[in-house]
């Protein structure tokens, strides 16, 4: 098994090293001289009064209707490669993390090795959905940093595989608990890289990037998926806690900062939709949330109580 | 007299706003009947009914919620900061002392601060449960003060707005054509259908004007996410008033009774704990049966993710370690006869230590062992020191050996040996139930909430010789004999930008398959 769990070893050195030949390329790309063409059908103008935001989406059909439905402009170029590389990045850190389930037999998700790389798996896999889905490599500037970090700091730790605690012998809930926490620790990466990015941009010099709307948007967008996930990887806590422990809450430490993250984002969400927080003040809740999400994770180290272990 | 200050929707309408989003951006408008529109003065009357306005007006404030969100989310962080135990011991003088003597090595002098905050019990102090109600009472106040909007806006929604609003919308579209009002019309009616759009006629202007939205129904969403909160807030008041949490040492090989009027006795048959070579715990399991007189209810090996379930209850697998098997008699009555484990260690670690009330007494008994592998402790190896207190007065202490009795403050203590248990949790919750039916409450509401988002769209037939509005028409529109246009009011335009221009493309597309068909324009 040790020397399966050797070779898996390099599957993370090279997730790490694409990580970072995508984050160059997309440097590069968003620092480029040369622009792409780009395929859109609207255009955002400054209307003079009368409207509360001055920015105001106006749409018209494109004359040339081929080009219509090409919202995606086809990969090509540097940016081929670096999207290639991020899938890459993606798939050698699924691939590892798929090795290990079948040498330990349960999730990858039963120490901070184990949950180091698998929250890099989250984060990349967010990114790469945001990025297809907006055509915006302006983002890897934010996040594949957060990525490459997190690769440094699980082989950083003890990789052994170790027989799971009594209190974490449950695959279901262990798989679906902490799966979710990966899924919504992922979009949290991407709404703070988002938010990031929308606050620099005006000191950013790039010339190839996005609108700083676009940004606000990103993160919203990712902080309406973190909610959720975290909203049912809290539930689902609480229905294995209740099993384990006989109790569904406990304010235990590991607990409570679940419960400061959700609240967090449940307050950015409100004060979004219902005050109509945009721009500044927004970005900076997702950063205090992502924060939240980074003291949840690491509290392990310095928490007490029965999360200790992992 | 009366004024009213009430927001008129049709007033707005003609001035090109909409009306919902008016009202969700300035918040609620107030009628005040017989007063002057600047409020009362100088001690007019004011009706008491206003104290109640003035109360739900507070709790449906968006603001007042944000702060008791924050003020909720500042409380658990320090809680899972902040060394933490239980109201029970702090409610006992002695065990917060010794918890505050102890706190003070980590805090120093903001011990006592922190004390008088109550936030070495923050989850059981006053001010968390007044935070904990005053955001239930604001979640059931917004729920209460929305529903009539998420109501008007599925089914009485603002059809019509002004000609200029499509000048002025936040986002905005346009298609230009030579098909007739009506073709345009139908063909902008159909394109909006396909993507999923409920589409309503503009009364005000039937032929010319449409209102669509989509998922106008997913207000319910947001009222099942909130009022998911107050089932689970009532389902943790009914856990802590009418929940049973009792942790019982087993004796291996023992019985304990059950208790609470269930008749039932609990029996550890066996116990073993086994590590791995490196010495990480690998499994905890308690063979346990449970009976009712002679009858064996229910039976099973009990691990830390698996507990033995009946009638209600739940015996969860929690410790293990040594306990000594204790009898005590008064006059020649046995009043106690029990397994007292020894949960904790002297602090040169030399000795294994335990307590139990002495019942129909107000005495407390320490029981001290020596501690396995030890032979420098205070008790010799086959003996038991009791230690007899009354509040924080030591009454006596005695030495016994094992299987010989001892006499002490009226009582004869007899350890008869030492032998190892299991510690179990019984569990029984009321409110458990409540929790899993809010917590399905709160994922369906948000689910609902994120995943059909409310999409709303005005769109407006206009001939161009003749425009209806100020904006001017220029490039290839300019050519057409009409426009459609599209106004929308959303907030998320990056996210909203690609519907829209899906939806332009698709209504060109469409009015082009029109013209090439020969329909009459």
């Not at chain 1, 009368?50 to 995606?72: A, H, I």
């Not at chain 2, 900061?81 to 010794?98: F, I, K």
């Amino acid at each position: 098994m040790s020397e399966v769990l050797q070779l898996a070893e390099y599957l993370l050195t090279a997730s790490l090293v694409f990580v970072v030949l995508a984050l160059i390329c997309n440097v590069v790309i968003i620092t480029s001289r040369q622009r792409r063409a780009a395929v859109q059908t609207s255009e955002r103008v400054t209307v003079a009064a009368g409207v509360p935001s001055s920015d105001t989406l106006v749409v018209s059909p494109v004359p040339d209707r081929s080009r219509r439905r090409r919202r995606r402009a086809p990969l090509s170029g540097l940016a081929w490669y670096a999207t290639g590389f991020a899938a890459i990045a993606f798939v050698c850190v699924l691939a590892y993390v798929l090795l290990r389930m079948s040498l330990t037999g349960h999730g990858p998700f039963s120490n901070q090795h184990e949950f180091a790389v698998s929250f890099v798996l989250g984060i990349l896999g967010a990114y790469l959905v945001v990025e297809f889905v907006y055509q915006v490599r302006a983002l890897s500037l934010a996040v594949l940093p957060i990525a490459a970090v997190l690769l440094l700091y699980a082989m950083s730790l003890d990789a052994g595989v170790q027989p799971l605690i009594p209190a974490l012998q449950n695959n279901l809930l262990l798989t679906l608990h902490v799966g979710f926490a990966i899924l919504a620790y992922g979009a949290a990466a991407v709404s703070c890289g988002a938010a990031a990015l929308y606050l620099l941009h005006p000191k950013l010099r790039l010339r190839n990037l996005p609108a700083r709307d676009l940004f606000d948007d990103i993160g919203y967008k990712a902080a309406t998926v973190t909610f959720p996930m975290l909203t049912i990887m809290i539930v689902l806590g609480a229905v294995w806690a209740n099993t384990a422990w006989g109790r569904y809450w406990g304010w235990d430490p590991k607990e409570t900062a679940a419960l400061v993250t959700w609240l967090i984002y449940g307050a950015y969400l409100h004060a979004r939709v219902t005050r109509g927080w945009q721009g500044t003040r927004s970005a900076v809740l997702l950063l205090v949330g992502f924060l939240a999400v980074l003291f949840a994770y690491f509290g392990n180290h310095f928490f007490g109580g029965l999360h200790s272990y992992a | 007299m009366t004024t009213d200050h009430r927001f008129r929707p049709e007033a707005a309408a003609d001035e090109g706003v909409p009306t919902r989003d008016a009202i969700a951006a300035h918040g609620a408008v107030v009628t005040v009947d017989g007063a002057d529109p600047g409020g009362p003065k100088g001690g007019g009357e004011v009706a008491v009914s206003e104290l109640f306005r003035w109360v739900y007006r507070f709790f449906y404030s968006k603001t007042v919620g944000l702060i008791l969100i924050l003020a909720m989310a500042v409380y658990a962080l320090i809680g899972s900061l902040v060394t933490q135990t239980s109201a029970a011991v702090w409610a006992d003088p002695a065990q917060r002392e010794s918890f505050l003597a102890r706190a003070e090595e980590v805090y120093g002098a903001w011990t006592p601060v922190l004390g008088a905050l109550g936030l070495f019990h923050a989850f059981t102090s006053v001010p968390f449960y007044v935070v904990v109600t005053m955001l239930a009472l604001s979640i059931l106040a917004c729920t209460t003060h929305r529903i009539p909007e998420l109501w008007r806006r599925n089914r009485h929604p603002h059809v019509h707005v002004a000609p200029r609003f499509f000048d002025k919308a936040r986002s905005r579209g346009s298609v230009p054509t030579d098909a007739d009002p009506a073709t345009a019309l139908a063909a902008t009616r159909a394109v909006l259908e396909r993507h999923r759009f409920r589409v309503l006629t503009d009364d005000r202007a039937p032929g010319q004007a449409l209102y669509a939205d989509r998922h106008a129904w997913s207000g319910i969403g947001t009222v099942i996410a909130h009022l998911s909160f107050i089932v689970i807030l009532a389902a943790f008041v009914i856990s802590a008033s009418f929940g049973i949490e009792e942790d019982l040492a087993v004796p291996v090989g023992g019985t304990v009774e059950v208790g609470h009027d269930t008749g039932l006795t609990l029996t550890a048959l066996s116990f073993s704990d086994t590590y791995t070579e490196q010495g990480r715990p690998a499994d905890y399991v308690s063979e346990l049966q449970l009976r009712r007189g002679d009858e064996v209810v229910a039976q099973q090996e009990v691990r830390v993710n698996s507990p033995l379930e009946y009638g209600g209850f739940r015996f969860h697998q929690t410790t293990f370690g040594i306990a000594a098997d204790v009898r005590v008699a008064l006059d020649g009555q046995e009043v106690f006869a029990e397994a007292v484990p020894l949960k904790w260690a002297s602090n040169d670690g030399a000795n294994a230590v335990g307590r139990f009330d002495l019942p129909g007494t107000d005495l407390e008994v320490v029981v001290v062992l020596a501690a396995s592998g030890r032979t420098d402790g205070v008790v010799p190896v086959g003996a038991a020191l009791f230690e007899i207190y009354r509040g924080e007065e030591r009454v006596d202490a005695k030495v016994a050996l094992q299987g010989a009795a001892v006499s002490s403050a009226g009582h004869d203590f007899t350890f008869e040996r030492e032998r190892q248990f299991t510690g179990i949790r019984m569990r029984q919750d009321p409110g458990e139930v409540w929790m899993w039916i809010g917590s399905a409450l709160l994922v369906i509401g948000m689910s609902i909430t994120f995943s059909f988002a409310y999409r709303r769209l005005w769109a407006r037939v206009e001939t161009i010789s003749e425009p209806a509005t100020t904006e001017p028409v220029e490039g290839p529109d300019a050519r057409a004999a009409r426009l459609i246009r599209f106004g929308a009011v959303e907030r998320s335009v990056a996210s909203y930008q690609r519907l829209l221009e899906d939806i332009v493309a698709d209504l060109d597309d469409e009015l082009a398959d029109l013209d090439a068909k020969g329909e009459p324009s």
